[in-house]
């Protein structure tokens, strides 16, 4: 008997997650050097490294009983957050309302990983190709001192920034290029040209927050991008010397990567539809 | 050669800290019983379980250089948080002028234990003696769901309060009272007389904030405050009930310990000088 298209219903999720423990989004098997003790794989052969991919395709599989494949927006890496990423999944099993799926997943859930959302969609809707627009922030504690409570959630600097500067240097980031430079080399992309459309710095000492809006983003691409304005901030390098590390195309002509931990997923818009981060904290 | 009074000096500390990976504030040496692997002692003989103590004492003395005993004023539990704990030591290394030594401890301590605070001191100060007024803070994250990024940092509910008699069960609580009903059986201290000065709750959805300010603390004392006053909340308890908890100088009287990870301690009054917690995330 082959099912038919009826037989079968795609969900849409919302999920916010804190990325510390976990070896970022996507799935990974184990590598043959790899020390640590992991976890046996679960009943539907789910297992590999701890990531989000695992534990979300863990939690569901053990709730509609029946191996479930998740594709998300965003490839986040290790250390990374999640605000509002977007994914999908399909998945035979019809009994459960929308509401009660949610909260049978989240039940499944370490406590460091929330579905916000679920939502019955067409299979029209495709987490990675219906994805028109990303957002991500990045979160630099600029103090002499970081409250402990922050520790794997912003990146803390204590030097001077000359924000302007940043400013004035990130201008030359927006619009369409190709990010070669600002990539880490093996990001496996056909094309390195993306657009983006908007980098603002909000500075509320000792909050300094960059938020970068494009149509897509390479390998470490917005943690080069934050390395590279902080550079600036500090002098190390002039604004207008952005503009040359975009057209030199080789990752050697920008500067380091931020760390993981500054970084969030703030949203993903679909057609217009935007992943809500309303009520996060930041 | 005795060394005289003015080859030590004593310095008082405002420490803050994620309880979340310690087991509590106080030293604890390794039960026979314990499974995991714990790191060998410093060169100074400082080992045990992690805790608040023992990463600040092998901090203190990896700078120092000699053994050092750290004092603090509250010995608060596994998975408490600390904003603005008190504590003092001595030393016979007097070369080091004040903020070189709290930068240098800092640079010792990991990235969740953060030195606030380090001043010299007269031998009249003592972290626990001089200790007249304590402040704890409890949150309760009340919504359906609970950003992933406050776990461990909050107690999740999600059912109906009634705020208002919460408050009203508190009030009984306050002024001077036996709290014998609301402290952990072997508490271990010769009298369980203490002093409420007040209780407020301040509830901005999703956030209910329970504040306690008192002279001292039992073990256990405000989890256990908190679990009864949530009962009251949800209807379990009278709000009257709670004196006759009070009176029956028995625990099991009292309703159930709270979490640890909701729990901040908030401040230490010495005499009037209030150990800061201004910049202080919540």
Redesign the interface.
Known sequence: MIASVSDVQRYKMIV???GTRYHGWAHQEVPPTWKKKVDPPDKFGTGGLPTIYRALAQAIQHVVRHPVAVVGSSRTDTGV?GKAQLAHFDTTQLEIPNDGLRRAI?HQLP????V?DLEAVSFDFHAILSTTRKRYQYLIWHAE?????????CWHRWQELDVPAMREGAEHLVGEHDFTSFAKAGHGRRSAVRTIYGIDIAYRPPRLVIGIEGNGFLWNMVRIIVGTLVAVGLGHVKPEDVKQMLEAKDRRAARGTAPASGLYLQWIKTDGVKSDDA???E
Request: proline share 9%; glycine share 10%.
């Open positions: 916010a997650y804190r957050h989240n406590d460091d990983i929330l916000r001192d970081r409250p402990p409570f922050l520790a794997g959630y009520g996060e904290e």
